[in-house]
């Protein structure tokens, strides 16, 4: 079955078409440029660019495929969770696409396809496994059952990890988005320059959350600890050591998290996903520690890592193929917890 997606559910307007696990084409269409002017993601400036971009887009990923619409089976669209307006363009594309041409029409949970994104860089792969999920709004330990079926066993309790990375570097004054900036510079930096705390959660029956963060104290403590260089010196910032004892705080937290979490439910497999997948540290600490404990880790490749369609497309596939459809009234939601995924669909195909 092919399924062509549609992902607009913040700063990128992509296409795809997907068979299974398989992709045909893959279109991207990044705002990041127009927003970095602005040092990060401003939504109203996000849902017309989509409405620009939309139409273009489509035509590109039917192209790249060499597919008409006859060779289309469902048509699918993120509807949650995201910026609303941006969501909407999407969902009314995907909409009236699958109105014309008498298609399926599918409405996928955003997280559900950061999780379907593993499959398309390891086919074979099979619930269950727990997937590491880190990006701009995110920060999860997803425990995957089934399709449809998760269970969020730790998340961030306030920044998600790549908002950390983007309001660090802001702070450095360094551009957006920040997690590829702060990752070149620390790999000129001293790790071990500048101790910084965890962002450990406190349970108020004493000792700690195992599975949960939190980074807004990581946050502050790397403002502080400029303050402080900047008061003793006028030597230029020591950046590249900030950014890399920064960045190894991160890795090593979510790296011990997530391999006692594995640990603790007996799986096997760590699927990571999101845009700070893309992390060095966080892809050495983890290969290395999952290692020693006969963990198997899993990293997309980094198309598929970041925002695109054809992690929606493959959600949207096995949910097709098990009869999961969604009414067109369907409506797109800024919010929505991935243990609702199944209240997407209502009816049989
Ligand atoms: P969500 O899916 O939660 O709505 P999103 O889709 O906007 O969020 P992504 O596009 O997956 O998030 O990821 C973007 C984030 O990844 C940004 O915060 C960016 O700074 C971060 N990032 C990208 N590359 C790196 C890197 N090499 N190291 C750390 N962070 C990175
Ligand atoms: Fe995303
Ligand atoms: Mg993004």
């Known amino acids: 079955t092919n399924i062509l997606a549609i992902e607009t559910s913040c700063d990128e307007t ?60 469902a048509i699918a669209t993120t509807c949650a969770p995201g910026l609303v307006g941006a969501l909407l363009v999407g969902q009314t594309a995907a909409k009236t696409l699958a109105m014309i041409h008498n298609k399926s029409f599918l409405g996928i949970h955003h997280l559900e396809g950061h999780i379907y994104a593993t499959y398309l860089g390891d086919p074979t792969l099979e619930p269950p496994f727990l997937s590491l999920l880190v990006s701009g709004g995110h920060t999860s330990l997803i425990y995957v059952k089934d399709c449809g079926v998760y269970e969020t066993l730790g998340q961030t309790r306030d920044d998600a990890a790549g908002e950390a990375f983007d309001k660090v570097a802001r702070l450095l004054q360094l551009g957006y988005p920040g997690g590829p900036v702060i990752d070149s510079l620390a790999k000129q930096g001293n790790p071990r320059a500048f101790k910084l705390p965890e962002g450990k959660v406190s349970l108020p029956e004493g000792g700690y959350h195992p599975y949960d963060a939190s980074f807004s104290g990581l946050k502050t403590a790397v403002l502080r600890l ?75 490749p980094l198309k598929f890592c970041t925002d695109n369609a054809a992690m929606i497309a493959c959600a949207a596939a096995d949910h097709f193929k098990r009869g999961h459809t969604s009414a067109l009234n369907l409506k797109v939601r800024s919010r929505m917890h991935l243990s609702q995924v199944m209240e997407l669909y209502d009816s049989k195909i």
């Open 14 to 73: 992509a296409v795809a078409i997907v068979n299974n696990r398989q992709v045909y084409s893959n279109v991207v269409a990044s705002q990041i440029p127009i927003h970095k002017l602005y040092g990060g993601v401003v939504p109203e400036v996000a849902s017309r660019q989509h409405l620009e971009n939309i139409n273009l887009v489509v035509t590109q990923a039917l192209e790249q495929a060499q597919l008409g619409w006859d060779r289309i089976d």
């Open 226 to 300: 400029v303050q402080k260089l900047e008061n003793e010196s006028s030597d230029e910032l020591p950046l590249s050591d900030i950014a890399a004892s920064f960045q190894e705080t991160v890795a090593k937290g979510l790296t011990k998290r997530a391999i006692k979490c594995a640990l603790d439910y007996g799986l096997t497999k760590i699927a990571v996903g999101g845009g700070v997948a893309a992390n060095s540290a966080l892809r050495h600490h983890l290969s290395e520690a999952s290692a020693s404990q006969d963990i198997q880790v899993i990293f997309p």
